[in-house]
């Protein structure tokens, strides 16, 4: 049996951050993979579907060329080469990962592992052989996969997770998307932009349920605008293979049934945690609402192990908190003392216009029992925006009664580059006037971020 300081498994963006964080610290470790290193977010989630959006989004702009005084005779995607490209990108991130990992000197163990606890971490490897680990920590990062709920039909060809979307890249003319989250809304985005007709069916009152609710509204106006359906208070009851081939979704709006028919059906509703066949008979680990429970240290139930990223009970189940809670794990198994606080992660939204949030929302605020108060401007003042064509948009700051900063929404262009100056700011509790102080440039999409501090005090120069 062989012996590390640190056993890690997954190599997903938790994972493989936290084993190398643990090799600069001069840790001895191993990382067991049985996928492709990277994760989802490299292979399934966040890599693929920003390349395919980079295609999507270029195509879109080409396609209303005209009012930006260029002519184009015509232009299409060809989805093949979009398929060659996305693998390319793919590859290129996932071999400079492997770079990475062995230029620091990590133990990369390929096979899939299962856990009896510290002294007991087998790893069936791709041989067949079975290698037996044991280590000082462990750290579990085995991530999460979609989640398909029990609708009638769900199994028919055709109904599709993100995997599978992304897998395949499909070329479609009709798509029904269950599930208006983040997910669903980046894909109808990507897919409106490539001319196919999208429907979205939220089972909630609104789009994006889970973020400012004014998000969730500017949103649905925008796509509509551009010929997207949503439809909220949507309940997909069963899905159908009709005569013509195509797939009939059945679904409810308060007690009034409709069909919409497609040629492919995307279930995103959620994902679940992945640790299936992960723990060995008889052993077990403390649950928080189906995933990992864990303390600010990412320290599990039990003594020495954690658990980071989606499987984990931690917040938003995003690639950089997964980053984030890798290495406040490792570092807490170096001695030091550092905690994750998951209220500053940020949620990003990489729609046509991007949504990017962090801290509180003044609604939250209030309900938390704080004098909250916002300052708000409005994208039609910011020339940039008028520049770049923005449609509807927003900066929406959130600050308490000592004027601290706890939050921030923005609804712009480049709003998830922007966020990371107000997560700085909600992180170290900086004040309005101290982020007035700084000048930002112009034309840029940051100067809305200044006049929404200018908001709360004499008011935003470039607003009526
Ligand atoms: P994962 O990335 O899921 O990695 C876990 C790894 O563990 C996998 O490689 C798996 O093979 C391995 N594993 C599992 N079980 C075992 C076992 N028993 N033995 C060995 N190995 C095992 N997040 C963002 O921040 N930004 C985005 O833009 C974004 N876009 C997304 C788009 C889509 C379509 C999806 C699905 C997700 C997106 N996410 C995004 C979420 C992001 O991908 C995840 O939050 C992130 O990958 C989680 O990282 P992780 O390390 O916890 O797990």
């Known amino acids: 049996m062989e012996r590390f300081e640190l056993a890690i498994i997954g190599a997903g963006p938790g994972g493989y951050v936290a084993a190398i964080r643990a090799a600069q610290l001069g840790i001895n470790t191993v990382l067991v993979e049985r996928d492709d290193i990277g994760g989802t977010c490299l292979n399934r989630g966040c890599i693929p579907t920003k390349t395919i959006l980079h295609t999507a989004g270029l195509f879109s702009k080409i396609s209303h060329a005209e009012a930006l005084g260029i002519r184009i005779e015509s232009a299409a995607v060809d989805f093949d080469a979009l398929r060659m490209r996305t693998a390319e990108v793919r590859e290129s ?80 003319k009709r798509l029904v998307i269950v599930g208006g989250g983040v997910i669903g809304m980046e894909f109808a985005g990507i897919y409106a932009a490539l001319k196919t007709h999208v429907t979205v069916l939220e089972a909630a009152p609104r789009i994006l349920p889970t973020m400012d609710r004014e998000f969730g509204q500017s949103l649905a106006m925008l796509y509509r605008k551009r010929g997207c359906a949503i439809v909220a208070n949507a309940l997909v009851e069963s899905i159908e293979r009709a005569a013509d081939g ?54 599990t139930s039990a003594e020495g192990i954690y658990a980071i990223g989606d499987v ?53 605020a209030k309900q938390a029992g ?62 309005i006037e101290q982020m007035k102080s700084a000048i930002r440039p112009h034309p840029t999409f940051e100067e809305a971020i200044g006049e929404a501090f200018e908001a709360f005090a004499g008011g935003a120069i470039h607003a009526m």
Request: glycine share 12%; net charge negative; aromatic share 4%.
């Open 246 to 299: 195509s797939l009939s979704v059945r679904y409810a709006v308060k007690d009034a049934a409709e069909t919409v028919d497609a040629d492919a059906v995307l279930v995103a509703t959620g994902r679940a945690p992945a640790f299936g066949g992960l723990f060995a008979e008889g052993f077990e680990l403390e649950l928080d609402r189906g995933r990992i429970a864990v303390d600010k240290r990412m320290q």
């Open 93 to 172: 991130l996932r071999d400079g990962v492997e770079a990475l990992v062995a230029a620091n000197g990590i133990t990369l163990m390929r096979g899939t592992a299962t856990v009896a606890g510290l002294d007991g971490i087998t790893v069936s490897q791709p041989d067949g052989t079975i290698a037996e680990i044991s280590a000082d920590h462990l750290i579990i990062a085995t991530g999460s996969a979609p989640a398909k709920p029990p609708i009638a039909g769900i199994g028919e060809d055709g109904v599709l997770t993100s995997d599978d979307m992304l897998e395949t890249i499909p070329e479609l």
């Open 312 to 364: 984990a009970a931690a917040g938003a189940q995003l690639a950089h908190a997964a980053s984030a809670q890798g290495i406040v794990a490792v570092e807490t198994i170096a001695g030091a003392d550092v905690s994750f606080d998951p209220a500053l992660v940020p949620s990003c939204v990489y729609s046509s216009p991007e949504i990017a949030s962090v801290g509180m929302t003044e609604t939250e």
């Open 370 to 431: 704080i004098a909250a108060r916002a300052g708000k401007f409005a994208m039609t003042g910011n020339g940039k925006s008028v520049i770049t064509g923005q449609g509807r948009s927003f900066a929406k700051i959130v600050a308490d009664e000592s004027d601290r900063i706890i939050g921030a929404q923005l609804m712009c262009g480049r709003a998830t580059d922007m966020i990371g100056e107000l997560s700085l700011a909600v992180a170290n509790g900086l004040t």
